[in-house]
Nanobody, 122 residues
């Protein structure tokens, strides 16, 4: 069973930054989709950012962002350290949520992290 271990959440003021990390228990190169989702209180879970791995060293991965975070958040995959990151800059109060990482293998097996809380005070 693959485990995804998240870290990096916390309480910050509006305008500040946080970096979230998600470390899978197996090689990150085994996953074709890697993503961060979030769920705010009393709201449905929403996709924040995702990477579709090209599987090729010469073809870049496809990266998508929710409109609400474009230009502020950056998702990245670090193969050397085996971690998926989400750099969040210029945080807003509406970014307050539980953030969860998600990974999917080529065999369509899906895995979720336990979630990490991000709270942004205005």
């Amino acid at each position: 069973q693959v485990q995804l271990t998240e870290s990096g959440g916390g309480l910050v003021h509006a305008g500040e930054s946080l970096n979230l990390n998600c470390a899978p228990s197996q090689s990150i190169f085994n996953f074709i989709v890697m993503a961060w989702y979030r769920q705010a209180p009393d709201k449905q879970r929403e996709l924040v950012a995702q990477i579709f791995s090209s599987g090729s060293r010469t073809i870049p991965d496809t990266i998508n962002y929710a409109d609400t975070v474009k230009g502020r958040f950056t998702i990245s995959k670090d193969g050397a350290n085996n971690v998926l990151s989400l750099q969040m800059n210029n945080l807003k109060s509406e970014d307050t949520a539980v953030y969860s990482c998600y990974m999917k293998t080529g065999a369509a097996s899906e895995y979720w992290g336990q979630g990490t809380r991000v709270a942004v005070s205005s």
